[in-house]
């Protein structure tokens, strides 16, 4: 970077009612500029826990999140990719038949794994589900029938009967405040790749919220 001020060299000329003005070259660029771009950077305060064992809770919520988020991406992503496909399609039979498709591949890629979970990481996961789709998991089984079932109704929740209504409410609920930590943490940090959420929150503002609450997560 050069730094200059005052009038620059013959070569590099700075206009002259701009002169008393401090002026910088970043390398590469041809031209000066009166400021810097920098990259945005994200400051979280500390969490304050009561307890060793909101620790604990904080703790087991985290590993949970951090395991469960990448389906509920996925989940956002093969929707998004259902529906844009479906409206494409010009008849209900070829409408079906690409819905089986997509069901074939996601049983044949992921049940095995959404098999794995814990009741608590499903319910997780129903609540990042609606985090990023900004529908429950029943209205998508309702609204989209085998092709959603294929990803959600005939594995997880079928075993764990977990409720598929729940939804996720940073604003009111301080466990989904915490996910929502949990998820703009490892969203810097880059220990999950960053998805926009379809509900509309501030996390700046769910901060002062929920500062001085002292219920455990």
């Known amino acids: 970077m050069f730094m200059c001020s005052g009038v620059s060299s013959a070569q590099d000329t700075i206009p002259q009612s701009q002169t008393q003005k ?11 500029s009166s400021s810097i771009p920098l990259n945005e950077v994200v400051v979280f305060a500390d969490l304050k826990f009561q307890s060793t064992q909101e620790i604990y809770r904080y703790l087991l919520l985290k590993r949970r999140t951090i395991k469960v988020y990448p389906y509920a991406k996925l989940a956002a992503e093969k929707l998004t990719s259902l529906q844009d496909s479906i409206s494409q399609l010009s008849s209900n039979r070829k409408k079906k038949k690409y819905t089986k498709q997509m069901q074939k591949y996601i049983e044949g890629t992921f049940s095995d794994e ?24 029943y209205d998508l089984v309702k609204d989209l029938r085998s ?15 977990i409720s598929l209504k729940e939804e996720f409410h940073p604003d009111l609920v301080q466990e989904d405040y915490l996910i929502e930590d949990i998820l703009q943490r490892a969203f810097v940090e880059n220990k999950l790749e960053y998805q926009a959420s379809a509900l509309n929150y501030d996390f700046a503002k769910l901060y002062n919220k929920w500062k001085t609450k002292k219920k455990s997560p």
């Open 22 to 32: 401090e002026f910088v070259k970043l390398q590469g660029d041809a031209y000066f």
């Open 147 to 161: 092709g959603w079932r294929a990803f959600w109704y005939s594995t997880t929740a079928r075993m764990f009967k």
């Open 114 to 137: 959404l098999k794995k979970l814990t009741r608590s990481e499903g319910q997780i996961l129903v609540k990042l589900i609606f985090r990023q789709t900004g529908s429950s998991s």
